[in-house]
């Protein structure tokens, strides 16, 4: 009972505190990402195609706090660095009935340096949007003769967590023209349509209100550079598609698949508004 | 919960009458952004009001809106504007209207219709991620619309 009162007036100090604190800097927290030295760039110009719907772009790292903003800049605190190892396992590891790995095709993991940066881009052979679990799964059916691995299947994102980090602090550069174009207009219809009960879409929360506070949650741009994304609250990495998946039945919506036409066009068109921002490898929420 | 169910129960073992009392979610009539009638025909309760208020599962209005008299509710949110004076700024049957479909007074709002049941797109049933049918239940029954207008009538400066 004692010690219940206790944490319960802590716990009240602690609100009334956040509550202010809220009013006050509801602004994204002013700070620089420096990661073994290296400065990674978390702020850009909002991208010329967005028609100034972004004055600036930001990284979700801008509006974590303090202790989450420390523990990635040090891949030691930086629970994610763990997968990016495993990645490496999975990469020399043989699998399939052609008897191959990655490396038996790609050597080491740098050649994949500068691929996160330009996905999701749309392949040429196929005219299909392609982001590296995409690729990865390709490989392994149509290559390794191994089967894909599922959406959330911890090897996937192991894999993403490694591929990712090779292109770490390289700006994102989504191509939007070309064959990209229908899929940046559809996946930008996606983003401003309000689904589901609530009637929110993206831009209700990610674009017209971050730095807004929604309960707790500090809104961010809902970029996608920093993915995959540590979150502290899950424990586990997760995929710009899998987050999607809880911001859509946040809004009390039929949310789409991941791997989906619709989610493959949204992740395009929602990585191209962070043309600008670094890739940070793997990055750490709450 | 369980006096909103017994409450509902009672509804239908009554006579037609009692029923008719309460306003369907697609006979609501606006004038104005307002509804002049309580919804489920009782007043509402100010004490129920503030559960609905701050609790995630029902209005959870504090995710978008604080307010001094709520001080209380641990992590108000910043989305919508502090509600402090709302009962001096706005009739009882304005804030109806405001709660039961906000986008009749507030042109394009991001306030969700707390009273709605169709016109959807892609309708979820409930937070599971799950495709739902239309007509929804409304996120609130009428007569927690009519609980938390009590509560927000207490909102004076």
């Not at chain 1, 967005?50 to 202790?67: I, K, V, Y």
């Not at chain 2, 489920?40 to 604080?66: E, R």
Request: proline residues 4%.
């Amino acid at each position: 009972m004692k010690q219940r009162t206790i944490k319960t007036a802590l716990a009240a100090t602690a609100v009334l505190g956040l509550a202010f604190a809220g009013m006050a800097s509801a602004e994204p927290v002013d700070d620089t990402l420096v990661i073994d030295g290296v400065e990674i760039v978390t702020k850009a110009a909002g991208a010329a195609h967005l028609d100034g719907a972004l004055p600036e772009a930001m990284s979700g790292w801008h509006f974590r706090d303090t202790e989450t903003r420390a523990m990635q800049a040090d891949d030691f605190d930086n629970p994610g660095m763990i997968y990016v190892d495993r990645g490496l396992d999975l990469w020399n590891a043989v699998d399939g009935t052609e008897g191959k790995s990655c490396a038996s095709c790609h050597e080491g993991p740098e050649a994949m340096a500068g691929l996160r940066a330009v996905t999701p881009r749309v392949d040429e052979k196929t005219g299909k949007v392609m982001n590296i679990e995409s690729y990865v799964n390709d490989c392994r059916t149509t290559r390794m003769g191994a089967e894909a691995w599922g959406d959330k299947a911890v090897e996937l994102t192991d894999m993403l967590a490694l591929i990712s980090f090779q292109s770490r602090g390289e700006l994102m550069n989504v191509a939007i023209d070309g064959a990209a174009a229908p899929f940046y207009e559809k996946g930008k219809e996606i983003y401003y349509t309000r689904f589901g009960q609530l009637e929110l879409s993206c831009a209700s929360c990610h674009e017209d209100n971050y730095g807004n506070y929604i309960r707790s949650d500090h809104l961010s741009q809902g970029q996608t550079n920093g993915f995959p994304v540590y979150r502290l609250k899950d424990a586990k990495l997760t995929t710009p598609q899998g987050r999607f998946v809880g911001c859509v039945r946040d809004t009390r919506a039929e949310t789409f698949k991941i791997g989906s036409d619709e989610f493959n066009a949204l992740e395009l068109y929602v990585a191209s508004r962070g043309n600008g921002l670094a890739v940070e490898g793997v990055s750490v929420r709450n | 919960m369980k006096r909103q169910f017994m409450l509902g129960m009672a509804i239908s073992a009554f006579s037609a009458g009692v029923a008719m009392a309460q306003v369907a979610p697609e006979n609501v009539e606006f004038a104005d952004g307002a509804i002049a009638q309580s919804l489920s025909g009782t007043a509402g309760n100010a004490d129920d009001g503030k559960k609905v208020f701050g609790t995630a599962g029902l209005g959870n209005c504090v995710a978008c809106h604080a307010a001094v008299i709520a001080a209380d509710i641990p992590f108000p949110g910043t989305v919508g504007p502090a509600l402090d004076g709302v009962a001096d700024r706005w009739s009882e049957g304005e804030l109806r209207g405001i709660v039961a479909n906000a986008k009749i007074m507030f042109d394009g709002t991001i306030m969700p219709s707390f009273y709605k049941t169709s016109g959807y797109i892609r309708p979820g049933d409930a937070y599971t991620g799950k495709a739902g049918t239309e007509p929804l239940p409304p996120i609130l029954s009428a007569q927690q619309i009519e609980d938390v207008v009590a509560y927000l009538l207490t909102f004076k400066e």
